[in-house]
T-cell receptor, first 111, second 115 residues
Framework: GQQLNQSPQSMFIQEGEDVSMNCTSSSIFNTWLWYKQDPGEGPVLLIALYKAGELTSNGRLTAQFGITRKDSFLNISASIPSDVGIYFCAGQEGGSEKLVFGKGTKLTVNP | GAGVSQTPSNKVTEKGKYVELRCDPISGHTALYWYRQSLGQGPEFLIYFQGTGAADDSGLPNDRFFAVRPEGSVSTLKIQRTERGDSAVYLC?????????????FGPGTRLTVT
């Protein structure tokens, strides 16, 4: 099925560093969402974006809805060990309720 | 409040058997979704319910897969004549369901293994 292009696939960083990951699509999306998934758990919603150009923060997380509506990025500032996990972007196209997901970015934080 | 719950958490079945996976959405959420997640992949959409009706079942891979939500709350995903390729984590999500409410909240998933 259709999936978004999410990069990087994996990241290995030191505690305290900032992280950036992004997602691109060939389709225009009306909504972008970012999720975090821990092993054996379901994805947990981090941030939802509804307008092109929108910049939204949730604690140390900041996400933006790209102007073209075909991309989004997620930044994590001052990473901590509990940030470890897999981060997924998801987009919702107009006229559809389903979410299309990227393949995820696996984040490892070294203390 | 209580989140989305799914049972069982794990299910091992033999090829050819029938299985049912249950999802209990967040109270008050009228929209319910089923996704399937294979190892190393993001979730892939299967079916969406608004209330009791399946509004979009375009993601169901074939006619062995069927889902119901008879009272507009709990949903059951049914898989007939299971195949080894059906092995995956089946995720359920729910949302408020009003216009512009696309924030979907996921349950912990059911890990299905077909031997």
């Amino acid at each position: 099925g259709q999936q978004l292009n999410q990069s990087p696939q994996s990241m290995f960083i030191q505690e305290g560093e900032d992280v950036s990951m992004n997602c691109t699509s060939s389709s225009i999306f009306n909504t972008w969402l970012w999720y975090k998934q821990d092993p054996g758990e379901g994805p947990v919603l981090l941030i939802a974006l509804y307008k092109a150009g929108e910049l939204t923060s949730n604690g140390r997380l900041t996400a933006q809805f790209g102007i073209t509506r075909k991309d989004s990025f997620l930044n994590i500032s001052a990473s901590i060990p509990s940030d470890v996990g897999i981060y997924f972007c998801a987009g919702q196209e107009g006229g559809s309720e389903k979410l299309v997901f990227g393949k995820g970015t696996k984040l490892t934080v070294n203390p | 409040g209580a989140g989305v719950s799914q049972t069982p958490s794990n299910k091992v079945t033999e090829k050819g058997k029938y299985v049912e996976l249950r999802c209990d959405p967040i109270s008050g959420h009228t929209a319910l979704y089923w996704y399937r997640q294979s190892l190393g992949q993001g979730p892939e959409f299967l079916i969406y319910f608004q209330g009791t009706g399946a509004a979009d079942d375009s993601g169901l891979p074939n006619d062995r897969f069927f889902a119901v939500r008879p009272e507009g709350s709990v949903s059951t995903l049914k898989i007939q004549r299971t195949e080894r390729g059906d092995s995956a984590v089946y995720l359920c999500a729910s949302s408020l369901g009003g216009v512009g409410t696309y924030e979907q909240y996921f349950g912990p998933g059911t890990r299905l293994t077909v031997t």
